[in-house]
């Protein structure tokens, strides 16, 4: 799954989704939703140095295995949505490692 797919709760390993706005309105990035609510994250940029705007930002500093590596050391199987064997997903085998190997 791809950066811009992914929420922030998902990127950041997030727990409190269902007290944050961002897990109720799905259809805005988080950051939008800050600066919405004209807090002090919003008036320091807070958002910009976010490791969500960084994996969603079109000109990202990261590149996609930078990406891919972050979100499997936290526990993010990052090609679950490619995997065509549940039994690989279970097992761990489908990640970044497995797609390291067909490289």
């Not at 930002?57 to 972050?70: F, G």
């Amino acid at each position: 799954m791809s950066p811009e797919h992914w929420h922030c709760w998902t990127i950041t390993a997030c727990q409190k989704k269902s007290i944050c706005p961002a897990g109720q309105q799905l259809d805005k990035e988080c950051w939008e939703i800050v600066q919405a609510m004209e807090d002090f994250r919003s008036y320091m940029h807070v958002c910009k140095d976010c490791i969500v705007h960084l994996f969603k930002e079109k000109n990202s500093v990261l590149s996609e295995i930078e990406m891919d590596e972050i979100m499997e050391k936290k526990g993010v199987c990052v090609l679950a949505s490619k995997c065509v064997d549940e039994i690989m997903v279970k097992q761990g085998v489908c990640g970044l490692a497995a797609r390291k190997e067909k490289a």
